[in-house]
Protein backbone atom coordinates (compact mmCIF):
# COMPACT_ATOMS: atom_id res chain seq x y z
CA UNK A 1 0.00 0.00 0.00
CA UNK A 2 1.34 3.50 -0.88
CA UNK A 3 1.52 5.89 1.40
CA UNK A 4 -0.32 9.27 0.21
CA UNK A 5 2.06 11.16 2.73
CA UNK A 6 5.84 9.60 2.05
CA UNK A 7 6.17 11.78 -0.66
CA UNK A 8 5.49 14.98 0.82
CA UNK A 9 7.99 13.80 3.23
CA UNK A 10 10.59 12.77 1.26
CA UNK A 11 10.31 16.56 -0.57
CA UNK A 12 10.55 18.48 2.86
CA UNK A 13 13.50 16.51 3.62
CA UNK A 14 15.11 17.15 0.25
CA UNK A 15 14.21 20.97 0.58
CA UNK A 16 16.21 20.34 4.15
CA UNK A 17 18.88 19.41 2.12
CA UNK A 18 19.17 22.43 -0.45
CA UNK A 19 18.11 24.68 2.40
CA UNK A 20 21.62 23.44 4.44
CA UNK A 21 23.88 23.20 0.96
CA UNK A 22 22.34 27.40 0.67
CA UNK A 23 23.35 28.22 4.02
CA UNK A 24 26.69 26.29 3.57
CA UNK A 25 27.35 28.93 0.61
CA UNK A 26 26.33 32.01 2.42
CA UNK A 27 28.98 30.83 5.23
CA UNK A 28 31.52 30.36 2.73
CA UNK A 29 30.88 33.42 0.92
CA UNK A 30 29.00 35.83 2.76
CA UNK A 31 30.52 35.70 6.41
CA UNK A 32 32.24 38.94 6.16
CA UNK A 33 28.95 41.05 4.77
CA UNK A 34 27.83 43.16 7.92
CA UNK A 35 24.14 41.14 8.04
CA UNK A 36 26.31 38.47 9.87
CA UNK A 37 27.76 41.44 12.42
CA UNK A 38 25.70 40.75 15.70
CA UNK A 39 26.19 37.50 14.71
CA UNK A 40 30.11 37.80 14.85
CA UNK A 41 30.27 40.00 17.94
CA UNK A 42 27.85 37.40 19.95
CA UNK A 43 30.33 34.62 19.17
CA UNK A 44 33.56 36.94 19.67
CA UNK A 45 32.10 38.52 23.00
CA UNK A 46 31.68 34.88 24.09
CA UNK A 47 35.66 34.01 23.95
CA UNK A 48 36.97 38.18 24.82
CA UNK A 49 34.32 39.79 26.97
CA UNK A 50 36.89 42.68 26.88
CA UNK A 51 37.10 43.20 22.95
CA UNK A 52 38.68 40.64 20.66
CA UNK A 53 41.40 41.10 18.48
CA UNK A 54 41.59 41.34 15.11
CA UNK A 55 43.19 37.89 14.86
CA UNK A 56 40.80 36.25 16.44
CA UNK A 57 38.00 37.88 14.24
CA UNK A 58 39.80 36.48 11.21
CA UNK A 59 39.96 33.17 12.87
CA UNK A 60 36.42 32.76 13.54
CA UNK A 61 35.74 34.17 9.84
CA UNK A 62 37.68 31.35 8.62
CA UNK A 63 36.48 28.63 11.01
CA UNK A 64 33.19 29.40 9.78
CA UNK A 65 33.93 29.83 5.91
CA UNK A 66 35.25 26.52 6.31
CA UNK A 67 32.18 25.08 8.00
CA UNK A 68 30.30 26.36 5.04
CA UNK A 69 32.25 24.21 2.88
CA UNK A 70 32.02 21.29 5.14
CA UNK A 71 27.80 22.09 5.56
CA UNK A 72 27.95 22.29 1.72
CA UNK A 73 29.66 18.77 1.66
CA UNK A 74 26.83 17.36 4.01
CA UNK A 75 24.03 18.87 2.41
CA UNK A 76 25.30 16.60 -0.86
CA UNK A 77 25.75 13.43 1.55
CA UNK A 78 22.28 14.92 2.88
CA UNK A 79 21.10 14.41 -0.48
CA UNK A 80 22.27 11.45 -1.95
CA UNK A 81 20.83 9.65 1.05
CA UNK A 82 17.66 10.60 0.83
CA UNK A 83 17.45 9.47 -3.05
CA UNK A 84 18.73 5.92 -1.81
CA UNK A 85 16.08 5.95 0.93
CA UNK A 86 13.38 7.12 -1.61
CA UNK A 87 14.49 4.68 -4.81
CA UNK A 88 15.13 1.76 -2.46
CA UNK A 89 12.60 1.70 0.09
CA UNK A 90 15.16 0.80 2.73
CA UNK A 91 14.33 1.61 6.39
CA UNK A 92 17.72 1.41 7.37
CA UNK A 93 18.71 4.88 5.50
CA UNK A 94 16.22 6.89 7.29
CA UNK A 95 17.43 5.36 10.53
CA UNK A 96 20.84 6.34 10.27
CA UNK A 97 20.07 9.78 9.16
CA UNK A 98 18.16 9.78 12.34
CA UNK A 99 21.33 8.35 14.23
CA UNK A 100 22.84 10.65 12.89
CA UNK A 101 21.28 13.96 13.88
CA UNK A 102 20.80 12.44 17.68
CA UNK A 103 24.47 12.23 18.04
CA UNK A 104 25.09 15.55 16.66
CA UNK A 105 22.58 17.54 17.86
CA UNK A 106 23.25 16.59 21.41
CA UNK A 107 26.91 17.56 21.12
CA UNK A 108 26.58 20.60 19.14
CA UNK A 109 24.14 22.04 21.59
CA UNK A 110 26.48 21.00 24.68
CA UNK A 111 29.51 22.61 22.99
CA UNK A 112 27.58 26.08 22.25
CA UNK A 113 26.42 25.92 26.10
CA UNK A 114 29.61 25.90 27.36
CA UNK A 115 29.77 29.49 25.88
CA UNK A 116 26.08 30.07 26.11
CA UNK A 117 25.42 30.53 22.79
CA UNK A 118 21.49 30.04 23.01
CA UNK A 119 21.09 30.77 19.42
CA UNK A 120 22.63 27.54 18.37
CA UNK A 121 20.55 25.54 21.04
CA UNK A 122 17.47 27.22 19.08
CA UNK A 123 18.75 26.76 15.54
CA UNK A 124 19.48 23.10 16.81
CA UNK A 125 16.17 22.23 18.44
CA UNK A 126 14.55 24.08 15.33
CA UNK A 127 16.50 21.41 13.29
CA UNK A 128 16.30 18.51 15.34
CA UNK A 129 12.18 18.97 16.09
CA UNK A 130 11.74 19.37 12.23
CA UNK A 131 13.87 16.59 10.71
CA UNK A 132 13.32 13.72 13.02
CA UNK A 133 9.39 13.41 12.65
CA UNK A 134 9.60 12.90 9.17
CA UNK A 135 12.60 10.76 9.09
CA UNK A 136 10.70 8.60 11.78
CA UNK A 137 7.59 8.55 9.54
CA UNK A 138 9.88 7.32 6.47
CA UNK A 139 11.70 4.41 8.78
CA UNK A 140 7.92 3.45 10.14
CA UNK A 141 6.26 3.24 6.50
CA UNK A 142 9.10 0.99 5.03
CA UNK A 143 10.04 -0.72 7.59
CA UNK A 144 6.63 -2.04 6.92
CA UNK A 145 6.66 -2.31 3.39
CA UNK A 146 9.48 -5.01 3.81
Not at 8 to 20: E, K, T
Not at 37 to 63: D, N, T
Amino acid sequence: MEYEFRPWLVRWLYGYAFLHFLVGIGMTWMMESTFFESYHQLVLGRFWPEGSSVIARELHLWWLKLFGATLQFAAIFMAVLIYMGDRTRRAAVWLWMMIGLVVWGPQDIYVSLQRDLWIHLWIDLFVLSSMLPPLFLLWRVDSKAV
